[in-house]
């Protein structure tokens, strides 16, 4: 039976595959659909040491990154120390916050078995590290983003506890901020980790499309996206909430500032008549 281990890592939201490219001397362009993958002499050049073949680093443009056969931890820190030149803000600290641990097993088996530890496949394809591994990378990339909407959830709650005890009035800057992170979720969520597209080679093979198919199925990856996706929505109603209530007090506000002057104006005017005031 012949194994790969795959560890997928959420580092960060973003991560410039063409910059890494181009300093480890690859000619190529990458968009956001595709890894960048890092393995033989580019491997032993960023590690200082002979690497086997085996061997390799999958680089998603999304914040996540994959190692395929690196049970060596050292090895894996010295890859991420060599990103965070790349990315500054990464955590190395945190690093392993939201990760996941996964193997292949080719065997001699008629049908193809997924666990949450594990798939066993009766014969091995060329496709089948990089699907399982662009699963795994949205997955805990998806992870990250799940956490971070429960920190936005968190945020509103405090401005709805405001509201109930009766502090009406909410700065611009403080909707303008949460808003913004609701809209960065979104981002990050829908047009950065992609999860409804497919990579192009499920689009030139039938059984690589169907075993990536089982794949996101499993890992509940458009189950997942739905609810974030209708979660977002919620948030974007408290918020229109928030801002109406706050449009409406300073609209308030205003009309009363209105009313006050126009009874200055009226009390000065009848003093001048009556000649209290020159």
């Known amino acids: 039976?012949?194994?790969?281990?795959?560890?997928?890592?959420?580092?960060?939201?973003?991560?410039?595959?063409?910059k890494i490219a181009l300093?480890?001397?690859?000619?190529?362009?990458?968009?956001?659909?595709?890894?960048?993958?890092?393995?033989?002499?580019?491997?032993?050049?960023?590690?200082?040491?002979?690497?086997?073949?085996?061997?390799?680093?999958?680089?998603?443009s999304f914040g996540s990154v994959v190692f395929i056969n690196h049970s060596n931890d050292e090895e894996i820190k010295v890859l991420l120390k060599y990103l965070q030149s790349f990315e500054p803000e990464m955590d190395l600290k945190n690093i392993g916050r939201y990760s996941d641990d996964y193997s292949l097993?080719?065997?001699?088996?008629?049908?193809?078995?997924?666990?949450?530890?594990?798939?066993?496949?009766?014969?091995?394809?060329?496709?089948?590290?990089?699907?399982?591994?662009?699963?795994?990378?949205?997955?805990?990339a998806l992870e990250k983003t799940e956490e971070q909407l429960g920190v936005i959830h968190d945020r509103l709650e405090t401005m709805i506890d405001r509201l109930e005890k009766g502090k009406l009035r909410i700065g611009n800057k403080e909707l303008a901020r949460t808003t913004a992170k609701i809209l960065r979720h979104d981002y990050n969520t829908l047009a950065y980790i992609m999860i409804l597209d497919k990579p192009d080679i499920t689009w030139a093979s039938s059984n690589a499309s169907e075993f990536y198919d089982k794949m996101i199925d499993f890992f509940e990856l458009n189950d997942r996206h739905k609810i974030l996706k209708s979660k977002t929505e919620i948030l974007y109603n408290i918020i229109d909430g928030f801002s109406t209530i706050s449009h409406s007090i300073r609209g308030l506000f205003v009309e009363w500032i209105v009313v006050i002057l126009i009874l200055i104006e009226i009390v000065i005017t009848i003093s001048q008549i009556a000649g209290w005031i020159p």
Not at 6 to 17: H, P, S, V, Y
Not at 105 to 133: A, K, M, Q
Request: aromatic residues 10%; contains cysteine; negative net charge.
């Open 1 to 18: 039976m012949l194994d790969f281990s795959f560890k997928a890592i959420a580092i960060t939201n973003e991560i410039d595959l063409n």
């Open 23 to 60: 300093q480890c001397g690859i000619p190529k362009k990458f968009t956001w659909e595709e890894p960048l993958i890092l393995r033989g002499n580019i491997l032993q050049s960023i590690l200082g040491k002979d690497v086997d073949n085996s061997k390799s680093v999958l680089l998603f």
């Open 105 to 140: 097993h080719i065997s001699e088996t008629e049908t193809l078995e997924l666990t949450d530890e594990y798939v066993v496949v009766p014969e091995y394809e060329p496709f089948y590290p990089e699907l399982i591994s662009t699963v795994l990378a949205k997955s805990v």
